[in-house]
């Protein structure tokens, strides 16, 4: 998949598919919600025919799909309003506590 003329990222079905009959077949992969930045992405679509003297047959296509990816609810960018780069931007648990090191430094400093 790319988006900003970037490869943001890659993915394979972890295990062949033997075809045996012919047919209509669909594979689907879910892109966890969180994890793309807004920007327009393009993906590239590909499989691997095995022929029946066991070569290898790449069949492609550059611009399967495209889609924009929008923040719902201010999800990943919080109150930030302005551009963000980047081609994902995946939703992370953040944790901010007081660092009581910092404290003692700002007394011993007089701040």
Do not use: C
């Amino acid at each position: 998949m790319f988006a900003r003329g970037v490869l943001a990222f890659r993915a394979l079905e972890p295990q062949e598919f033997e075809v045996t009959t012919p047919g209509s077949f669909t594979s689907t992969l879910r892109v966890p919600g969180g994890l793309l930045a807004e920007t327009v992405y393009s993906v590239k679509a590909a499989i691997n025919v095995r022929l029946p003297d066991g070569a290898h047959r790449p069949i492609a296509d550059q611009n399967a799909l495209t889609f924009r990816v929008y923040d719902v609810a201010d999800a990943s960018r919080g109150s930030w309003r302005g551009k963000m780069p980047g081609v994902v931007a995946p939703r992370l648990d953040w944790t901010t506590a007081p660092d009581r090191s910092g404290q003692r430094r700002a007394e011993k400093l007089g701040v």
